[in-house]
């Protein structure tokens, strides 16, 4: 009986890592259009389309992060060796216009190689909320530092 239901398991798996993938990859170009809408903000005449499109942004990325959440809780965590300071560094550049936008300024310290065993996505996922959530929150002109340590 065990046989039989292998082959719905597997495309169960396999529909909840495209779920988390799928959710991820959008997440990540929303960021950047929504960064360049808020750039294109200084104009007057477009003010009222770009708030528009900037609320509809925020919809799907809450929409989302609902569905990687529910992939997440039903996925496997596939960890692996990941040099943290690459991810941060992709990561950073990223987010690179949405900070000068707001005149933030980005470091790093400790940049050298610094391994670490984790989920590659999860990682990416909560280092990108960090980063967003550091320039969203902050004040224009101000820093964010990152150290990163092991």
């Known amino acids: ?4 239901f292998l082959p719905i398991e597997e495309n169960i798996q396999d529909m909840e890592q495209f779920i988390f993938n799928a959710g991820h990859e959008l997440k990540t170009p ?5 960064s360049h809408l808020q750039l294109a903000l200084a104009k007057k005449q477009y003010q009222k389309p ?18 990687v959440n529910i992939s997440v809780i039903h996925q496997e ?3 692996e060796t990941i040099d943290i300071s690459q991810e941060v560094e992709y990561i950073i550049s990223q987010y690179n216009q949405h900070a000068k936008k707001n005149k933030i300024i980005v470091t790093v310290e400790n940049i050298d190689s610094c391994n670490v065993i984790a989920n590659r996505e999860h990682l990416h996922m909560l280092v990108s909320n960090l980063l967003s959530n550091a320039i969203k929150y902050n004040k224009p002109g101000g820093k964010i530092h990152i150290t990163i340590a092991s």
């Open 1 to 4: 009986m065990g046989k039989i």
């Open 77 to 79: 965590t596939q960890k």
């Open 30 to 34: 929303l960021s950047v259009i929504k």
């Open 50 to 67: 770009i708030d528009e499109s900037v609320k509809e942004i925020d919809k799907m990325n809450t929409l989302l992060d609902a569905l």
